[in-house]
């Protein structure tokens, strides 16, 4: 007969890593790799979204303006309680102040950056990837805002531009593991 063991969560919360970056620049790809190295669960904020609304992400973000939007994940993220996650996030979180500190009390951040032209190449391939965008803004506009505020939050960095996803994940590893954030992978 099996005994029933009763889980606790536990007490304090263990860090997280927290991947931002603009769309296409590889948050959900790496961060399942990642995940899967350090055998941690693995997290989407967007897809956290699209289950609170019953829909994909572009509805969502087409049904609302940009400001909505921000909101609402924000507010989606603010309610975050995770351990020994990888959390990858979508493009906007850096929009908000808030979002940002309680991200960076999960856990270490991230951020996967990659070069304009590379941006541009792989949100065609999936246009439906759900942009919180401005009428009349281009990935160019979205570009120039951000990489700011990305750098701005970042405790590590990680270019996906010129490193397979792969060699991303390993990178990470090294780096985590350099700074005390990670055990070996």
Not at 23 to 36: D, E, I, R, Y
Not at 53 to 74: C, G, H, I, N, P
Request: glycine share 8%; proline share 4%.
């Amino acid at each position: 007969m099996r005994e029933t063991v009763i889980l606790k969560r536990p007490e304090r919360l263990e860090p997280c890593v927290i991947l931002t970056g603009m769309p296409g620049a590889g948050k959900s790809t790496v961060g399942k790799l990642l995940a899967q190295a350090v055998t941690w669960a693995y997290l989407d904020t967007d897809h956290l979204i699209e289950a609170i609304y019953a829909r994909r992400l572009q509805e969502v973000t087409d049904a609302m303006s940009k400001e909505q939007f921000l909101d609402t994940e924000s507010a989606v993220i603010l309610t975050l309680r995770a351990n020994r996650a990888i959390i990858g996030t979508g493009g906007s979180v850096v929009y908000r102040e808030a979002t940002m500190r309680h991200l960076k009390s999960l856990g270490t951040i991230v951020y996967l950056s990659a070069p304009l032209e590379i941006i541009k190449e792989r949100v065609a391939r999936n246009p439906d990837r759900g942009l919180a965008i401005a009428p009349g803004q281009t990935i160019e506009d979205l570009f120039a805002e951000r990489e700011a505020l990305y750098k701005r939050w970042a405790d590590v960095v990680c270019d996906t531009g010129s490193n397979s996803p792969q060699g991303c994940a390993a990178e990470l590893c090294r780096k985590l593991f350099k700074n005390g954030m990670l055990s070996p992978c």
